[in-house]
């Protein structure tokens, strides 16, 4: 993808699978974080469910599955579309669940997670990312 | 870049090397505050690993390599660009990672560096800057 995006939507995809990868990246720094320095987060704080570990945890793994679903988009497969629009739709209901234990980190991902789904609904279509 | 964009997408290219170097001012400022005067930051914050005065030398460092960035971009090198969505997703990880000292400062550098990854990818082929 060094050059030539004619194609109107071509960098959205680019777009949303670097978001993927970034996005994911965040969530997993906010696992390791959840689990190896919980003083980081809110004294106290409520979960949906269970606790900060659990939903340590839940982010770590679901920002790896954020990270390989990037680079399925990259590879240009059918149905990295879809799968990504649910890892990331995953990922903010995540993100929303142990939002109390930083609400900072947890809006930033959700928001970037919004801009992967549009990017990936509005754009995916366009047979992945342009060479 | 004084005139002519006739081209959509050079516009934004423009406008991702100035939010670089604004940015990247940004997160400078940011670092020499942290070094000389801690005070403004929230006292006992907690960080994902070390303390404030790693945290202002990392954030000045990253704010100067994303000046330097910008001027790859405005030069109209090849490799700028991915070199400045790379600094950039750098500098919001790392924005990311000490926001609890200052959560207002993070978010808004946080935010610049997104929307500098948004131009350089989907608008970064297009050959540079247009003179």
């Known amino acids: 993808m060094s050059n030539g995006y004619s194609e109107k939507g071509t960098g959205w995809i680019g777009f949303a699978s670097i978001m993927l990868a970034f996005a994911g990246t965040l969530a997993v720094i906010d696992g ?13 704080a409520h979960f949906v469910f269970s606790d900060l570990r659990t939903w ?7 920002g790896a599955v954020s990270i390989l679903a990037a680079f399925a988009i990259v590879a240009g497969a059918e149905w990295a579309r879809w799968f990504g629009i649910i890892v990331a739709a995953l990922n903010a ?33 366009k047979k992945g990312v342009a060479a | 870049m004084s005139n002519g964009y006739s081209d959509k997408g050079t516009g934004w290219l423009g406008f991702a ?9 940004l997160a400078v400022i940011d670092g020499i505050v942290a070094l000389s005067r801690s005070s403004f930051y929230v006292a006992n914050s907690h960080f994902v690993f070390s303390n404030l005065h790693t945290w202002g030398w990392i954030n000045l460092i990253l704010g ?20 400045g ?7 919001a990880i790392g924005q990311f990672a000490w926001i609890q000292a200052y959560p207002f400062w993070s ?13 350089l990818t989907v608008y970064g082929g297009k050959g540079g800057v247009q003179a």
């Open chain 1, 93 to 125: 209901i995540g993100q929303l669940g142990w939002i109390q234990g930083y609400p900072f980190w947890s809006l930033i991902i959700f928001t970037l997670d919004i801009l992967i789904i549009y990017a990936l609904v509005v754009y995916g279509g």
């Open chain 1, 32 to 44: 390791i974080v959840g689990l190896s320095k919980s003083s980081f987060y809110v004294a106290g």
């Open chain 2, 107 to 119: 978010l808004m550098i946080f935010t610049l560096d997104i929307l500098v990854i948004y131009a």
């Open chain 2, 17 to 25: 090397a100035i939010m670089l170097g604004f940015a990247g001012t």
């Open chain 2, 85 to 91: 969505i790379f600094v950039a997703a750098l500098a």
């Open chain 1, 56 to 62: 340590a945890w839940i982010t770590l793994i679901l």
């Open chain 2, 64 to 83: 100067a390599i994303t000046i330097l960035a910008a001027f790859g971009i405005v030069s109209g090198a090849s490799w700028a660009r991915w070199f």
